[in-house]
């Protein structure tokens, strides 16, 4: 008890020296984190911030981020979807307390198209306007994030690949429709991202992959030449080196 008690003493006139509060110090330690792709250990850290202040924003983005960027592989879907689930409520009550902050709009839209995912079509189409708007709020908000764009890039592909049955969905939950969703748009988007993140390899694979997917005259080279710029770029998580063996692959294929 007394090394205890020594140790906190020493803390505490450790902290007051420097000057910064210790919450600080920590909050920097999970963007640290964040900057180097470790964000498991990022989230441990975030988690017990805002446990001590559930109504922090930054607190509450920086958990709701880290909570829908991971991928989770191995774990069950449905703990999966439970994590997902848990960024966008914590993204929604951030928005409570600030309506104007971009990186809650983006976690918003982050957690509702990881949700989408591997959801049925009904809720994928029930999401797919959600996504849009937090989407474009957030560029709205801060036109120099990536993730929005890339988010953009996705939602306007897989709405231009909806099926006649899927289109008839669509009709039935928003009665026109939904505005937009086409391959033009997406590309894009994912240019922008790609322009304002040009480390990130996974802009220029999902620009590889929409080539290939519209299928037009020409489309095939410019897959090719975007999915070469995929592997060209050296992986900075295990994430990115994912993306880089997929865009190998289909390197082989094209060729």
């Not at 920590?26 to 900057?35: C, D, S, Y």
């Not at 920086?62 to 999966?80: C, W």
């Not at 489309?219 to 070469?228: H, T, Y």
Request: charged content about 25%.
């Amino acid at each position: 008890m007394k090394l205890y008690s020594f140790l906190a003493l020493v803390l505490l006139f450790t902290t007051q020296a420097s000057g910064v509060d210790e919450p600080v110090i920590t909050l920097k330690k999970v963007i640290e984190l964040r900057a180097e792709f470790k964000y498991t250990e990022a989230l441990l850290i975030a988690s017990t911030l805002l446990r001590s202040d559930s109504t922090n924003t930054q607190y509450l983005n920086q958990v709701s981020f880290l909570m829908a960027i991971q991928s989770y592989p191995g774990q069950a879907e449905v703990n999966k979807q439970q994590k997902y689930e848990k960024s966008k409520y914590l993204a929604e009550k951030s928005l409570q307390r600030n309506k104007q902050d971009a990186d809650a709009y983006y976690n918003l839209a982050l957690a509702l198209g990881r949700i989408s995912e591997n959801a049925s079509v009904k809720i994928k189409i029930a999401n797919a306007k959600a996504i849009r708007v937090a989407s474009e709020k957030a560029l709205q908000i801060n036109p120099k994030m990536a993730g929005p764009h890339h988010i953009m890039g996705r939602w306007h592909r897989v709405v231009a690949g909806f099926n006649a049955f899927e289109m008839a969905m669509i009709s039935a939950f928003f009665g026109k429709g939904l505005e937009g969703g086409t391959y033009e748009d997406a590309l894009k988007h994912f240019k922008k991202a790609h322009e304002l993140e040009p480390l990130n390899p996974t802009h220029c694979f999902e620009m590889a992959n929409t080539y290939l997917e519209r299928d037009d005259s020409g489309d095939e080279k410019n897959a090719i030449l975007w999915f070469q710029k995929t592997v060209e770029i050296a992986p900075r998580s295990e994430d990115e080196k994912m993306v880089a063996k997929q865009a190998k692959s289909m390197l082989s294929k094209l060729k």
